[in-house]
C-alpha cells in the first residue's frame, strides 16, 4: 500500500461523482436519477463498486441493487462502461454522458497533466475514504523472499518514483493485511450476491 509521508492512515482516495461544470441540472447525486452514467469497469473499486454502493444509500427508498443501477431505462436513462477513468472523464467533458464516478487521485492528475482544464467538471459527490491499491505477495512464494520483498519495499526511498510513477508526492509503501480491506471484500459481497 503506498502511504503520503509513510502514514498508513493517509492511504487512502476517494470516489468522486463528476458532471460537466456547465450542466446546471445536475448538482448532487440525486440529481443524477434517470441521466446518462458511464461507470469505469464492472471490476474497478472507485468506478463501479463504490459507486454503485453510493447510490444505492443515496435512494434507499428504491431498494435499488447492481441490476437496476446497471441496466439501461430502469433508474439511469442510459448505462455504460468507459473502460479507464480518463475516458470516463473525456466522456463528461465531450457531453456523451452526463455523469461518471471516477478515483478523485486520477482527476487530479488529469487536470495536473493538462489532458482536463481546471473548471471542466464539477464534483456532485465524494464518496467516504477508500483504502490505497496495494501490491499482494502470492502464497506459493517462500517466507524467506516475503521477508526480502516487504524489506525492500518498506525500505525503498525513491521520491522521483513516488512523484512521478505512483504519482503520490512524499509516499512509501507501508505495510498492510487483508482486514485493512475488508470493508470493500464485504461492499463486493452485498452488492454482488
Do not use: C, W
Not at 11 to 32: C, G, P, Q
Not at 110 to 128: D, F, L, R, T, Y
Request: glycine share 6%; hydrophobic share 40%; charged share 25%.
Amino acid at each position: 500500500m503506498k502511504a503520503p509521508n509513510g502514514d498508513k492512515k493517509l492511504a487512502t482516495y476517494r470516489s468522486v461523482f463528476i458532471a460537466k461544470s456547465d450542466n446546471e441540472r445536475i448538482n448532487t447525486l440525486r440529481d443524477a436519477k434517470g441521466k446518462k452514467i458511464a461507470f469505469v469497469d464492472p471490476n474497478s473499486t472507485s468506478g463501479n463498486l463504490v459507486p454503485t454502493s453510493e447510490i444505492m444509500n443515496a435512494f434507499p427508498a428504491e431498494k435499488l441493487n447492481s441490476d437496476i443501477i446497471h441496466t439501461n431505462g430502469e433508474f439511469f436513462e442510459a448505462v455504460s462502461f468507459s473502460g479507464k477513468h480518463q475516458a470516463g472523464l473525456q466522456a463528461v467533458i465531450k457531453g456523451d454522458v452526463d455523469v461518471v464516478p471516477i478515483s478523485d487521485q486520477i482527476l487530479a492528475s488529469e487536470i495536473a497533466n493538462g489532458n482536463a482544464k481546471e473548471g471542466a467538471v464539477k464534483i456532485i459527490h465524494s464518496s467516504s475514504p477508500i483504502p490505497a491499491e496495494a501490491m499482494i505477495i502470492g502464497k506459493t512464494v517462500s517466507p524467506e523472499l516475503k521477508t526480502k520483498l516487504v524489506r525492500f519495499l518498506t525500505t525503498y526511498d525513491n521520491a522521483a518514483y513516488f512523484a512521478k510513477v505512483i504519482k503520490v508526492p512524499g509516499a512509501r509503501f507501508v505495510p498492510t493485511s487483508k482486514e485493512d480491506y475488508e470493508a470493500i471484500v464485504t461492499l463486493n459481497h452485498n452488492i454482488n450476491q
